[in-house]
Structures are given as structure tokens and as C-alpha cells.
């Protein structure tokens, strides 16, 4: 029988706090195993500029001409520069803040289609897509999402068998955020391209740890999230909008600009950033991109890979787990789904924590699409997820921890 032990030795955050921390034997130790849902921790640096202007900058960019206004905008513009320049986008200014993803994916969506059109996508897609394509069928527009192996990937001539006449919008998930799995992004960009389509990426889990490169893949539009592997704050992210496409906004307001004028502005980014900007926060962001710049996405790669043999290595000798998605470590990042026969994937996770300090997801991770392709949508699963800050240590803690559950 799995040893999960009590789930209730640490009732309240506050033991933590206090310094008790978590206990295995004698050692107390705390590791972050959850980074598809938020890298932590993050380089010093990105704290260090959310610091640094709060304290010493806490203007509101294009709201005024003193020098904190002045400041502040020439502090979002450079984070727009380095997220850009860290994802190949052409334009800066095409590229346009948003709170996270979601928001990002909302609006390439919501704003390009109408009645009529059609969508081509994927099964392994996040909710972030799917419930808006969901929505969308109320206003007329159909969507077909192509069924994916068991291991995640996508076939590509299976998604141009999908495109129809009426299609107006191919949406690609880069990176699935349950299994890890690396889409072909280039050869679905060559296919979107000869039919004509936009193609929509989501890069909430690529961007910043896999190489991207807007102007020669020919993508449409790119979403990110600032909050994963760019190393920045919460409630960041954004849209890179091609040109020729004019998704209608989310929502209209001040931008600062053309004040004297009822229609909202034309010009991007301003078209689509209404409202007072989380500076903090893009600030942040563009000190978490000039981080992954500065160490490179190719050596960002690999310091995920290595993490990632060790880790299948270790699970590779537990009869009792299950690891789900490609075999081949070089179609994933470091993200596993796993499962478990003599235990639910809740029970593990919460043994681990409770137990042994250690944080990983378990569920349908916002996904149950994708969890239908895997076939774990009946028990969800383990969800455990790398980051650049994590070490071979970490590693080998989770896999001592894991055996002394005896699964």
C-alpha cells in the first residue's frame, strides 16, 4: 500500500512561516516543482526592478509630461523592446501588453472572427481557447479541433485536412501545459501561410524556454504570459498582432493619446492598452526577458533537458508510475503528467506537500481536452513542471521523496 502518510501535519501557512518548515527526517526543505502554472522563484533581478520603480520611478505612463510619466514610459517601451526582440517580432509597437494569455488569446478570438467563419485547432488546447471558442458559437462561428496521438502531437496534414473555405483562424498551443508536449510549429505555419489563414499561437509555456522567431516562421499572432518562463511578474503578458490584422479591442478608453477624440485610437500599441498599465509589472516583465536574453533560450534548453533525463530516468524505475507524453525528451519541455495505480494523483500531490515541502499539480490543469487526448480525463494527474531555477538537486530530492511514498 502507498505510505502517504498524514495529510495534515502543517495545518496553516503560519508553521512555515515561522520557520518550521517541512521535514524529511532531519532535513526541512522546500521545493517548487509547479512552474507551468508560475515560475518562482524568479531571477533576482526581476524583483529588483519591480523594486526599484515602485520606489523610485511609480509614474503612469502617457498620463502626464513630468519626468515620472516620461520615466515610466521609456521603462515600458524597453520591456516592450526586450520581450520583442526575445521572440523575433519585427514591430515593438505591434507588440501589445495584456494581463496574462488568456486576455491575449480573448482578443485575437473575440476580435477576429464573425458569424460565419470557421476555426480550426487542436485537442490539446487550454481552456483559454476552448471556452472562448465555446462562447463563439452563440455569434455563428464553428470551430474543429483535431485530434491529437495519446502522447500530445499533432499530426500536421490532419490539421490541413481540417481547413475549410470558411476557415478564418488556425489556433496552435506551441508547448501543451499537462504533457509537455512541443508542437511543429514551423510546418503548421507553413500550412496556415499556404491556405491563406491567420495562425494564432499560444506561447504561454514555450515562450522564453524554446527558440521563437516571429518574423520567419510567418506567425500571425502570438499570445504570451509574462509569468512563466519570462521570468516576470503575475498579471503580465501580451499579443503580437501581424501586420494586416486589426482585431477589433476588448475594451475602449483613456490611452493617453488623440484625448480630444470619442473613437479609440488606431494606432498600436495604444489601440489595445487602454487604461492605466501595470508598469510595475512590465517593468518586471522586461527585466525577466533581458534575464532569459542574457542566459540564452538555447542554454535555457538545455539546462531543462538535462533536469528532465534525470527526472524520467528516476520515474523510469517505479513500476507503479506512469509518464504521459513523448518518449523522445527532445518533443517536450519540462513538464510531465503523470499517474499513479495504487494512489489518485490529489493524494500525491497533497503527501508531497504535506509531507516533504515539495509543490506540484495535480488535476486537469485547466485542460480537460487535452487530459480526453492523454486519456486521463476520469483521474486527471500529477502534474510536475521545470523551470531554468531549478537544480539536479531538486531533482533528486522529488524522485528520494516519491519512492518513500512507496506507490
Not at 470551430?143 to 470558411?166: F, Y
Not at 495504487?342 to 495535480?362: K, Q, W
Request: hydrophobic share 40%; charged share 20%.
Amino acid at each position: 500500500m502507498p505510505d502517504l502518510g498524514s495529510l495534515t501535519r502543517y495545518t496553516s501557512r503560519q508553521d512555515i512561516s515561522d520557520g518550521e518548515g517541512r521535514v524529511m527526517g532531519e532535513e526541512t526543505r522546500s521545493v517548487y516543482l509547479d512552474n507551468a502554472a508560475t515560475t518562482y522563484p524568479k531571477p533576482e533581478v526581476t524583483y529588483e526592478a519591480v523594486d526599484g520603480f515602485m520606489r523610485g520611478v511609480g509614474g503612469s505612463a502617457g498620463r502626464s509630461g513630468h519626468w515620472r510619466s516620461v520615466e515610466t514610459g521609456r521603462m515600458v517601451y524597453a520591456a516592450r523592446e526586450a520581450v520583442a526582440s526575445l521572440l523575433g517580432a519585427p514591430d515593438p509597437l505591434r507588440l501589445v501588453f495584456t494581463r496574462n494569455a488568456t486576455e491575449a488569446l480573448n482578443l485575437a478570438i473575440q476580435g477576429l472572427l464573425e458569424p460565419g467563419d470557421h476555426v480550426v485547432t487542436t485537442s490539446m488546447e487550454h481552456n483559454s481557447v476552448m471556452r472562448p471558442l465555446a462562447a463563439a458559437g452563440s455569434r455563428g462561428i464553428t470551430s474543429t479541433a483535431v485530434r491529437c496521438a495519446p502522447d500530445g502531437r499533432l499530426d500536421p496534414p490532419d490539421l490541413e485536412k481540417a481547413i475549410r473555405s470558411s476557415t478564418g483562424l488556425i489556433v496552435l498551443n506551441h508547448v501543451s501545459n499537462v504533457t509537455g508536449t512541443i508542437q511543429p510549429l514551423d510546418e503548421v505555419a507553413r500550412i496556415a501561410r499556404a491556405a491563406g489563414v491567420p495562425l494564432l499561437v499560444d506561447a504561454a509555456q514555450s515562450a522564453g524556454r524554446l527558440p521563437i522567431d516571429i518574423s520567419s516562421s510567418g506567425v500571425g499572432l502570438l499570445a504570451f504570459t509574462g509569468h512563466k518562463e519570462l521570468f516576470g511578474p503575475q498579471g503580465t503578458g501580451g499579443l503580437y498582432i501581424g501586420a494586416g490584422l486589426d482585431p477589433e479591442p476588448l475594451c475602449c478608453g483613456g490611452t493617453g493619446s488623440r484625448s480630444n477624440e470619442l473613437e479609440q485610437p488606431a494606432e498600436l500599441p495604444e489601440r489595445y492598452e487602454s487604461g492605466t498599465l501595470n508598469a510595475p509589472g512590465i517593468v518586471g516583465l522586461g527585466a525577466g526577458a533581458d534575464f532569459a536574453a542574457r542566459v540564452g533560450v538555447d542554454a535555457i534548453r538545455s539546462h531543462e533537458l538535462a533536469l528532465l533525463d534525470g527526472l524520467v530516468a528516476g520515474l523510469a524505475e517505479m513500476k507503479n508510475v506512469k509518464v504521459h507524453g513523448p518518449a523522445d525528451l527532445r518533443d517536450r519541455v519540462g513538464i510531465l503528467a503523470l499517474t499513479f495505480e495504487n494512489a489518485t494523483p490529489p493524494e500525491v500531490a497533497a503527501a508531497l506537500d504535506s509531507r516533504f515541502g515539495i509543490a506540484v499539480r495535480a488535476g486537469l490543469h485547466c485542460a480537460p481536452c487535452a487530459h480526453q487526448t492523454i486519456g486521463t480525463i476520469a483521474t486527471g494527474a500529477l502534474r510536475v513542471s521545470l523551470s531554468y531555477m531549478n537544480s539536479a538537486d531538486d531533482i533528486d530530492y522529488f524522485l528520494e521523496c516519491l519512492a518513500e511514498l512507496r506507490l
